[in-house]
């Protein structure tokens, strides 16, 4: 009986202890998912108390960082740097005067002065296009300026100081190119007499020329008739309702064709051609020529 006694007693205490140390594993991993629960806790509460204001980095143009501002904030605060719009740079040309396509008595007379001095090789039209652009870079060039093909404030005052003012005659010559002598049907009464050889048109009552101007005509696929005609309907602001291109100052003669201010001829002179009208690149004597001609007037178109 004893040594029966002695190994339930050895088994009973080998149990113990095995409970014994089961108990303490238990109590570990309680105590490690009670403090792990207190971080999660904390992560979705309040900040913790030992949190600071956040230290300045050298995004912050090394000054320190203040707490977020509330509504009431002073109005003094520095806005962020990173808002802060750069002053622009003035143009050291000075302000722009003329532009593509900028038209006027001023524009006339910044290509009667280029004229002068050998920048602009036509007669002005009042019209700022690509060869006023040219012309005023070249000039631009000439004078150690930006080449900008504006005309601002250095390069105009440089061109004064540079030309006399323009005369009537510069300012508006005749034409371009010589005009030619008038057909013989053009000698009498109240006559459009235009030259396709000399690419001119004359105003002409009874014979004497009133005033002549340029003018273009149409592609070898869209040519410009040639005849005797009359002005039939004339249309100050009409648009071509099949190429919906405008076309002030409209005197048609013959079908869809007329005579009419251009400002594509204007800006490319004979660089480019109508479908068929007679184009006239100087508006101020288009316009004038409107005002006089009547529904009625003869039209001789010629070679």
């Not at 971080?39 to 707490?67: E, I, N, V």
């Not at 050291?92 to 038209?103: C, D, E, F, V």
């Amino acid at each position: 009986m004893t040594g029966s006694t002695t190994r339930s007693t050895a088994r009973n205490a080998k149990r113990n202890a095995n409970r014994g140390r089961a108990g303490a594993a238990v109590l570990a991993v309680l105590t490690v998912a009670a403090a792990t629960a207190g971080c999660k806790a904390q992560a979705t509460g309040s900040a913790p108390a030992a949190s600071s204001s956040p230290r300045a980095t050298a995004t912050d143009d090394d000054k320190p960082a203040s707490p977020p501002s509330s509504p009431t904030a002073s109005p003094s605060s520095a806005p962020p740097t990173a808002t802060a719009s750069p002053t622009p740079k003035p143009d050291p040309q000075g302000t722009t005067l003329m532009a593509s396509g900028s038209q006027g008595k001023q524009v006339r007379e910044l290509q009667a002065r280029l004229r002068q001095i050998g920048h602009f090789d036509r007669s002005p039209t009042g019209y700022y296009g690509t060869v006023t652009v040219a012309a005023v870079q070249s000039f631009q060039g000439k004078r150690g300026l930006t080449r900008t093909g504006r005309a601002d404030t250095l390069t105009w005052q440089k061109l004064l100081g540079m030309t006399h003012e323009p005369t009537a005659a510069e300012l508006n010559p005749p034409t371009t190119r010589q005009v030619a002598k008038p057909d013989k049907r053009c000698m009498t009464g109240r006559v459009l007499c235009i030259s396709k050889n000399s690419r001119t048109l004359s105003w002409m009552i009874d014979g004497q020329v009133m005033s002549s101007m340029d003018v273009r005509f149409g592609s070898q696929y869209t040519p410009t008739r040639e005849g005797t005609f009359s002005v039939y309907w004339k249309s100050r602001h009409h648009v071509s309702s099949i190429y919906h291109t405008a076309m002030p100052y409209a005197m048609f003669f013959s079908g869809g064709q007329a005579v009419h201010y251009s400002a594509d001829f204007a800006a490319r002179g004979y660089n480019g051609a109508s479908h068929g009208c007679v184009n006239v690149r100087d508006e101020g004597k288009i316009a004038s020529l409107f005002a006089q001609v009547k529904n009625g007037d003869k039209v001789v178109v010629y070679g």
